[in-house]
T-cell receptor, first 116, second 111 residues
Framework: GAVVSQHPSWVICKSGTSVKIECRSL??????MFWYRQFPKQSLMLMAT?????????EQGVEKDKFLINHASLTLSTLTVTSAHPEDSSFYIC????????????FGPGTRLTVL | KQEVTQIPAALSVPEGENLVLNCSFT??????LQWFRQDPGKGLTSLLL?????REQTSGRLNASLDKSSGRSTLYIAASQPGDSATYLC??????????FGTGTRLTVIP
């Protein structure tokens, strides 16, 4: 099946710093990618939809100025957590559909962010 | 808004038992339903994808069914093994490419 990678797999940073997380589709092109966050023992919550060549669309309650998304190419989307705070500590997962609405969506391995 | 619920939240079974995980969703207007497995601290692995026009899908010891009209899906695992221990998530695709996830069932298979 299709492969989606994320980098880094984990990151620890100080409060107030910015952290960039990369999501890559390795063997297919993705005009759309999705960013989720997952708190401990909870399910995944969609944060935003990353669109190649246009602005990302954010879910209600997600601050677009805090979570900057750039879909630089058909295989790369980045999520930058700006001025991170301890409450931003979470597991961030990206995904990309291999095809249209009826196709499987493939997920990256996730990035564990810890803000001290 | 689509809401997805999974019951039970946690399940422990002895090795070798057959088991059923349940998923329900509130809006039957879906494109497909997908079952995932998530190991602790890891990403998601897709197990089975059922299109809205299908009733079931099978892969090895796994069988997933879909009753769209009643808003229900089940994941049947035959002859469970300790390696099956993980959290199982169901998710429905209701358009615009995004998925609505259930709360998950944490499965423990006891050797």
């Amino acid at each position: 099946g299709a492969v989606v990678s994320q980098h880094p797999s984990w990151v620890i940073c100080k409060s107030g710093t910015s952290v960039k997380i990369e999501c890559r589709s390795l063997d297919f092109q993705a005009t759309t990618m999705f960013w989720y966050r997952q708190f401990p023992k909870q399910s995944l919550m969609l944060m935003a939809t990353s669109n190649e060549g246009s602005k990302a669309t954010y879910e209600q309650g997600v601050e677009k100025d805090k979570f900057l998304i750039n879909h630089a190419s058909l295989t790369l989307s980045t999520l930058t957590v700006t001025s991170a705070h301890p409450e931003d500590s979470s597991f961030y997962i990206c995904s990309a559909p291999a095809g249209g609405l009826t196709d499987t969506q493939y997920f990256g391995p996730g990035t564990r962010l810890t803000v001290l | 808004k689509q809401e997805v619920t999974q019951i039970p939240a946690a399940l422990s079974v002895p090795e070798g038992e057959n088991l059923v995980l349940n998923c329900s969703f509130t809006d039957s207007a879906i494109y497909n339903l997908q079952w995932f497995r998530q190991d602790p601290g890891k990403g998601l692995t897709s197990l089975l994808l059922i299109q809205s026009s299908q009733r079931e899908q099978t892969s090895g010891r796994l069988n997933a069914s879909l009753d769209k009209s009643s808003g229900r899906s089940t994941l049947y695992i035959a002859a469970s093994q300790p390696g099956d221990s993980a959290t199982y998530l169901c998710a429905v695709r209701a358009g615009a490419n995004n998925l609505f996830f259930g709360t998950g069932t944490r499965l423990t298979v006891i050797p």
